[in-house]
């Protein structure tokens, strides 16, 4: 006898399922479970389809669950599945062997059978209700083979579906009467369908998930009893204390209703927690849910958050140790021989401040080449000193970063070697022994839910952009961490959502270094470059016949060309036309002009329009230079299947000396070495731009021998970027890519809206059928589809599509359309850009547009065009694709028609040909080739130094014979008296400049000589900044970030103003950080701070 025999009567697959699970019970609990998981997923089928609940066809049973909460239905049937689904999912991965969980399943399962049987039956002889546990069986089950689970699903897949159409008919003339709903009201009592206990199940479930055992009463109590609660005399009773192993009380869990906010029980669960305090001396944290949602609120340390799942113990173990032993960051000592630039200490003290603050996010924008690499691991090494953090996650977005920051010459490896690293990959996604991990987005989100929500306590993410906040958002969500990001990309090319990502303002950054400062500097953080026009007439203006010479017309007419074809811009060239002439000249002007490191030309990178053309100029270079027998020059891509090997020997060896990259060298890839760079195609992303740059700015020593270090870098703009960037600073800036999906959405809404206002009633519908199908797609495990349930769940609800309200619809299109991009699409990408087509058709259609009719038909009659009609696929539709080439067939645009043809062809439209592009070689002498260094004006230089300061400098010097005096005020050292009448022995009668007209000039005392001839000769800037280097260095554990920016400002005034005055001090910009100015941002140290700026010090006369 099986509990599940009753459904033989109506459903005999259903007792079928139930059996065999009874029947594994006692045998292979991971069977009973996925038998329990398989039974669930069929008659939820059966529920929805009594309550005239329509699911998307690809619905998950997470997304039939949410449809379930949305109704009007006792909450704990939708939970009794989630508890089956849960405990489901785990077996489904053979790692789950628990007979109470096995037998929580039966039950759950009997229950909601035996409720729904007796609700579409009507028949209550089925009662007492009562689930028998199955007894051991004499015959043993034979072994489930978890790999049939999957066949057995869709073996029975088309019974299934039989059988729920039969329950849809039964309920259009089903009737239920009063007498119906007190049974049915009974029945729930008598099968215990009450939420609080199914809620505190799916609690113990994520618990349980966590590593809580439930029924260890030493480290799990429930109902904990808590005496004089609030108030002498009175008892309270907190839902769950978890305890660590030496019986400390370190977290209580309030529980409410699914259907309630869980912040409603944050107060409550505070309130134990301040009772458990009083009676234990241990603070706990502090934990509130609904089952579905979980807050975290460390009270001592931090703001509430969401989180997205519990605390292990040993997560919480770590947590106290922080909380015990955790040091001030403003105190601790940052290790100098890994970051000891003034730049990167701030940058350091302006992150520690943040998280001291109870900030858990920061953004890092450096130029690339000052060392955004080891500021952030001297940054986490003060960290984990300070026992903030134990274990960090790095993320990149490609495998070459993700090595580079683990194990080059800058690394971890270098400067932690202390700390155990994993390069983490999907075949050891079970390490959990090492502290620094290493990762690309691509590998961690795959694999990020097998960590627990707490087990990273800081997460670098390494060149911070759009494709963080689109694609990968969902593993810094994921985890309770800290988080930094870092960039080189300026601060006004850095998209709004990375800053809100990281919890900036717009275009303020935790910390900004930008590249002219690094520049400014001296010596000089970065190299400057040289830039050199390398263009022809053919790259400035393409390859035309009716403006070319009479020779090079006679070249095309002999190569059989008809001159009125020969009409190409320059953007055309490499992807229609090529002329070895013109990459001759390009690669010529390299190695005739390049900068060479010994006898052959330094380490290059050579930005090719694409891979063909990179295979070409490496073919043509071969060919113009057979002497260095094809190893000087490779091509480095994505699709060359050794590129890591080839990168590292760029990086590492003396040969390739050039590397002819398409995009994968464009960043983060650090080779000091490079003095070369070719920008051989046009660059329209000033991000693209700066970051190409970028790969030259780095310093090398002793690069061309001892003491012969890189001190520029040449650049080769065949292209004319530089010009462009002159007269478009931003460049073009490219709109954010909506996906197919959420386009398709969107068209949906509208057309939704304008059937509706034509009271077009069966078309409207069936468009809001598609777009609710759409929100039921909806990914569950998203966590910006968790952050955003509450609006889902609202825009489910029945009695708003009912209506189909102007405000409702607008809401779909505004709140819900953006989520859509998270969808991971099943259809193929042809057939989603065809179904767009078609809705813009019926779009523009009914709205009357017929310019823009006419353009979407166009552009669909191309695609069509472009189908390869021959294949089999098409035997069926041939005659249709061959009635829309005409213009006829486009003659009725009625929905029925339109849709019709969108359904019969969306998923032909991936058979599609190539049609072989018509690529033109030429090899044509090209004209107008120029080599000339340009001025890079505003895209990189300021204003030179002014003429008539440069006069007065020659004259003093030349006057002033004894140099030692100039030396020494430049270094800002103590000048005798002696020195000082020699100075003024200068300003005689045959001298042409006057102190006093110096002094007027220069709005210095004519008393402070010292300080008016400073303003010419200037100051030294290498001893300046060492002098504010070494206090910085002497003093930083001291300063705070603020303090620090402060000392780089005065430092930087007195290298641009030649010295300063102390008035200044007490004055803009000083007094915006502190109304007192120097006096009161430094307090005791100021006097140390005058005593570092005295010998730079200026007298002014106003």
Request: aromatic share 12%; proline share 3%.
């Amino acid at each position: 006898m099986s509990n599940f025999d009753f459904l033989n009567k109506k459903w005999m697959k259903l007792a079928k399922l139930g059996k065999q699970a009874e029947n594994y019970y006692h045998t292979d609990n991971n069977a009973s479970m996925l038998k329990m998981r398989m039974f669930g997923e069929q008659i939820i089928d059966y529920v929805l389809a009594a309550y005239k609940v329509e699911a998307d066809r690809f619905a998950t049973q997470d997304d039939k669950i949410k449809l379930l909460r949305n109704i009007n239905i006792n909450q704990a049937i939708p939970d009794l599945f989630d508890i089956v689904r849960r405990y489901g999912n785990k077996a489904n991965h053979g790692i789950y062997e628990n007979k109470e969980s096995a037998k929580e399943c039966l039950i759950a399962m009997y229950r909601i059978s035996a409720w729904f049987y007796i609700k579409v039956t009507k028949d209550t002889s089925i009662k007492p209700l009562t689930y028998k546990i199955p007894k051991v069986s004499t015959v043993k089950a034979p072994v489930y083979n978890i790999e049939d689970y999957s066949k057995e699903k869709e073996d029975i897949k088309e019974a299934h579906t039989k059988e729920v159409s039969s329950v849809k008919e039964e309920r259009k003339v089903a009737i239920e009467t009063e007498a119906d709903k007190v049974v049915q009201k009974e029945v729930e009592e008598t099968l215990d369908l009450n939420e609080a206990e199914t809620r505190k199940k799916l609690i113990d479930i994520m618990l349980n998930d966590a590593g809580w055992d439930i029924n260890n009463k030493e480290l799990v109590k429930l109902e904990f009893p808590l005496e004089n609660h609030k108030e002498s005399g009175k008892k309270g009773y907190a839902d769950y204390v978890l305890f660590d192993k030496k019986g400390n009380p370190i977290a209580v869990v309030e529980a409410k209703k699914t259907s309630v906010d869980p912040i409603i029980g944050r107060q409550q669960a505070v309130e134990y927690a301040n009772t458990i305090e009083r009676d234990y001396k241990v603070r706990p944290i502090v934990f509130y849910t609904n089952g579905y949602e979980i807050y975290m609120w460390d009270d001592k340390y931090s703001e509430p958050r969401q989180i997205w799942g519990f605390y292990t113990l040993e997560d919480l173990d770590e947590l106290f140790f922080k909380h015990k032993y955790m040091k001030d960051l403003n105190k601790i000592e940052i290790d100098k021989n890994i970051a000891g630039r003034p730049y990167q200490i701030e940058g350091i003290k302006r992150v520690y401040e943040k998280y001291s603050n109870g900030y858990r996010k920061a953004l890092l924008v450096m130029a690339t080449g000052t060392g955004k690499t080891r500021t952030v691991i001297a940054l986490t090494k003060g960290l984990m000193e300070a026992n903030f953090a134990k274990r960090v996650l790095f993320l990149a977005d490609r495998d070459e970063l993700v090595k580079q920051a683990k194990e080059d010459k800058n690394s971890f490896k270098t400067f932690m070697p202390e700390q155990l690293a994993c390069r983490f990959t999907g075949k050891n996604s079970d390490n959990r022994q090492a502290t620094l991990y290493f990762a690309t987005y691509q590998t961690m989100i795959n694999y990020y839910s097998k960590f627990s929500v707490g087990f990273f306590d800081l997460i670098i993410c390494d060149e911070s952009h759009r494709s963080v906040y689109k694609v990968y958002r969902d593993i810094l969500e994921y985890f309770d961490a800290h988080i930094i990001g870092l960039t080189a990309t300026p601060i006004d090319f850095i998209e709004r959502n990375t800053f809100d990502l990281f919890n900036c303002d717009d275009e303020d950054p935790t910390f900004n270094f930008p590249i002219d400062k690094a520049w400014e500097h001296v010596p000089p953080y970065l190299i400057e470059p040289r830039v050199f026009d390398a263009s022809t007439n053919f790259l400035r203006k393409g390859i035309k016949y009716n403006e070319m010479t009479e020779d090079q017309r006679q070249k095309v007419d002999e190569e059989g060309y008809d001159g009125e074809d020969i009409d190409y811009n320059k953007n055309d060239l490499e992807q229609k036309i090529t002329n070895k002439d013109t990459n001759r000249f390009i690669l010529k002007s390299l190695m005739d002009n390049g900068i060479k490191v010994g006898d052959h030309i330094g380490k290059t990178i050579i930005f090719a329009k694409n891979k063909k053309h990179a295979d070409f100029l490496n073919s043509l270079f071969n060919n113009m230079y057979p002497q260095y027998k094809g190893k000087l020059s490779d091509v480095i891509y994505s699709d060359i299947t050794e590129k890591a090997i080839l990168i590292q020997k760029f990086k590492d060896e003396d040969f390739p000396r050039i590397a002819i990259s398409v995009d994968l060298l464009d960043t983060g890839i650090d080779v000091p070495e490079i003095v070369n760079l070719v920008f051989a195609k046009p660059i329209y992303s000033k991000v693209k731009f700066w970051q190409m740059i970028g790969r030259g700015t780095r310093r090398c020593d002793n690069l061309f021998g001892d003491a012969k270090d890189k001190n520029e870098f040449v650049i080769f703009d065949c292209y004319k970027n530089f010009e462009f960037f002159d007269m478009n600073p931003k460049g073009f800036v490219p709109k954010p890519q909506k996906t197919s999906l959420q386009v398709r959405f969107e068209l949906m809404c509208k057309l939704l809206e304008e059937y509706k206002k034509a009271k077009e009633e069966v078309i409207y519908k069936d468009f809001a059928e598609k777009l609710k199908a759409d929100i039921n797609e909806l990914p569950e495990k998203s966590i910006e589809i968790k952050k955003n349930r509450k609006k889902i769940e609202q825009v489910k609800k029945e009695e708003y599509w009912n209506h189909l309200s102007e405000d409702f619809i607008k809401k779909i299109k505004l709140e819900i359309a953006p989520l859509i991009q998270w969808i991971e699409a099943k259809d193929n990408s042809d057939a989603l850009t065809f179904d767009n087509s078609i809705y813009r058709i019926l779009y523009y259609n009914v709205i009357d547009d017929k310019d823009a009719l006419v353009r979407e038909i166009n552009g669909v009659m191309e695609k069509l065009s472009k189908l390869k009609l021959n294949l089999n696929w098409f035997d069926e539709k041939r005659e249709l694709v061959k009635s829309l080439l005409q213009p006829s067939g486009w003659e009725e645009l009625s929905f029925e028609r339109l849709e019709q043809i969108r359904l019969d062809l969306r998923n032909l439209m991936k058979h599609k040909g190539t049609i072989a592009s018509h690529f033109v070689v030429f090899d044509i002498k090209d004209t107008g080739g120029v080599i000339k260094e340009i001025s890079a004006g505003s895209v990189l230089y300021g204003a030179n130094m002014e003429p008539y300061d440069k006069r007065v400098k020659g004259a003093i010097e030349d006057r002033l014979n004894n140099q030692i005096v100039i030396y020494k005020i430049r270094k800002g050292e103590k000048l005798t008296e002696a020195e000082i009448e020699n100075i003024y022995s200068i300003f005689g009668e045959d001298f042409v400049y006057s102190v006093d007209e110096l002094s007027s000039k220069t709005d210095i005392d004519k008393e402070d000589i010292v300080g008016i001839i400073r303003k010419f000769v200037g100051v030294d800037e290498e001893e300046l900044n060492k002098r504010f280097e070494v206090f910085i260095q002497n003093h930083h554990n001291k300063m705070n970030a603020t303090q620090i920016k402060t000392l780089e400002i005065i430092k930087n005034d007195i290298a641009k103003n030649k010295g300063i005055s102390f008035a200044a001090l007490f004055a803009a910009p000083y007094t915006s950080f502190n109304p007192n100015g120097v006096d009161g941002i430094f307090g005791r140290m100021a006097d140390e701070v005058f005593d570092l700026i005295a010998p730079f010090k200026a007298t002014y006369t106003s």
